[in-house]
């Protein structure tokens, strides 16, 4: 049985980012850990990649051979990574005895909540090769700050964990810099836990690009809280607690904490619905110390312009 995580979300989201750095956080904890680039367009990638789609096919190729743009060449791309999924198995097949893994999927959200070839192959993936997915599905956290844009991340979460049928996490990325967008309306916690949404459709109200369509919103905004579904987790992915927390989450979600565990029935319920704490004994390398001083620029030495 073999854990990891599918990585999505809009571009500029930070999904490389967060790959390359949960990938450095994983591997400080004790985990082998392969990333395998599924973007045909990322051909500058910060991390080592076990297994490149730009092996199989090139974006650029396509959108010069087919006269595609990038939308469409990307779908060419996962159709045709669809079509050969053979090739991605038996890439796979060689980590799949010891290694955690990282899919870094493209950013085209169409991919993921309307077209089913991006979910086609991770469910023939999962089926063929025993995979235990959670699907991180990364938002800029500088939606927030924009009422229309915020609703327009929650019907895209929503839509996304629908289609897809995987344990899901949504995050708000780059939490950090979240105060250099504006001030927010309400507290952090009214985001991440959708709350009321009505208190937004005042918000939005006052703008006049967006008041015309009040009527639209309110049914929108009803959507989303009667499926009660989206809530949001935060990440500093250069904060070795943040980092830390989502690990736990993804571990609950995907059945990680599950993996080698000897228990009754009763014992696996208790872990499910307990608090999601660290085991030392599960994590054996993991101290905050080691992370800080391995994984962790400290502040002085912070480009604060990257």
Known sequence: MVFGQVVIGPPGSGKTTYCNGMSQFLKLIGRKVAVINLDPANDSLPYDCAVNIEDLVKLSDV???H???PNGGLMYCMDYLEKNIDWLQAKLEPLLKDHYI???FPGQVELFFLHSNAKNVIMKLIKKLNLRLTAVHLVDAHLCSDPGKYTSALLLS?????HLELPHINVLSKIDLIESYGRLDYNLDFYTDVQDLSYLQYHLDQDPRSAKYR??????????????????TTLDIQDKESVGNLVKLIDKSNGY???GIDASPVEFSKIAVGPVDWDYFRYPFFTFAAVQEKYMKDDDDIDHDD
């Open 63 to 65: 959108m010069a051979e």
């Open 67 to 69: 006269s595609l743009g």
């Open 102 to 104: 990282l899919f870094d």
């Open 158 to 162: 929503l839509s996304t964990m629908l």
């Open 215 to 232: 009527k639209l919103t309110k049914e929108l905004c009803e959507v989303i809280e009667d499926f009660s579904l989206v809530n949001f």
């Open 257 to 259: 904490i599950f993996a």
